[in-house]
């Protein structure tokens, strides 16, 4: 019996580390830092990748709610922080999230949709909309945005492609 079970396991074992092999091996290995380009406005800017976030998030300003045809909208600006060029986006929101900050204080932010190329790819990628002006980084990836798709090395930067296809068919560099 005890070997029927010690073959049992071991089985069990391999099969389990096969589905984990082939799970992550479609997984491209990104720095902690990557270049990311947001196609509503054409605009790169570089994206900290944060596993320890749930919630992706992204620098934006002048938030204004509303409701159109019943359905809750938001409205709200993205700056430049190259060029000072500012770009106002119209989006239906996704769903409400409370981000509890560092200090234990609790943020209740707006969720849109946004296109975003990074690491040679397009994610369609829900994001938080908050004020982080304060922060080194515009863009921050969460896990829910990088889990299907990246690895994320915290001891390099810039580890992907900088450049999407667009959808008719060209590339896009960054």
Known sequence: MNKVLSIFLFLLLAAFAEFSTAETSDLQILGWVESAFLADVEMELK????TGAETSSLDARILKKFRKSGKRWVRFAIIDRESGDEFVLVRERVRTVSVVQHDGERQVRPVVMLRICIAGHWHDTEVSLIDRSEFNYQLLLGRSALASFAL???????????????????????
């Open 47 to 50: 994206a900290k990748l944060d």
């Open 152 to 174: 994320v090395d915290p001891g390099s930067t810039f580890l992907g492609h900088s450049g999407c296809a667009t959808p008719q068919g060209g590339e896009r560099e960054q």
